[in-house]
């Protein structure tokens, strides 16, 4: 069998990559990365300038993405069949050579690999490099600790129905908010309830070009791309530690 590496690419700046990520994707001769139709991939922005001359590329494009309802049957087969093929077509790659495979953030926190990771057991020799998710590069941006002394961190997903969402967030530990876009609205709504919007920063292309950070209160509701994230700070012992 051939060997397959994963390699968690971090948050976006390429020098918050680890050590060993950044030699074997400069050593790789065959590089497979995950990317929408049409543009040039996250994952590859990261890597650009470390590659080698004669590399290989396999840009993996998603067959759908926010076209279909993501809890659909459609959208889930369609993906189903994407993750099959491309677990198929790896496989054989990494019979000629090792593949090295690129995923923003860390492979084994909500990263698409997973899905290939369970379709290649027996068939490659997997390694996965692990990286500093999204989220640890959005708070330090911030300047400010995410959690202290006894909060509870809650990573939640936009995408989740309002009813559990209003449920989560009211607490007054720390909240991370992932998959914002179209769900920014259902997401304000809830913090407002909660009584924590004026709490909440957005965090847009954190450590990458084009980084934003700002009040999520003083954000247009339409105004938030897909790589931007939610914060709000725990609570926790923090008032009584600085007393």
Known sequence: MGRIICCGLGPGDPDLMSVRADREIRAATQVAYFRKKGRPGQARRIVEGLLAQNVCEYPMEYPVTTE???????YAQLLADFYDAWADRLARLAREDNVVVLCEGDPFFYGSFMHLYSRLQGRAELHVIAGIPGMAGCWNVVGQPIALGDDVMTVLMGTLPEEELNRRVNNEDALVIMKTGRNLVKIRRAL???????????????????????RLEDIEPGDC????????????RRRELCE
């Open 68 to 74: 279909l309802a993501f809890d659909s049957k459609e």
């Open 192 to 214: 407002t309830a909660a009584g924590r919007l004026e709490e909440a920063w957005l965090i847009e292309r954190g450590t990458m070009p084009g980084e934003r950070i700002a």
């Open 225 to 236: 791309p897909y790589f931007a994230i939610v914060l709000v700070h725990g609570r926790g």
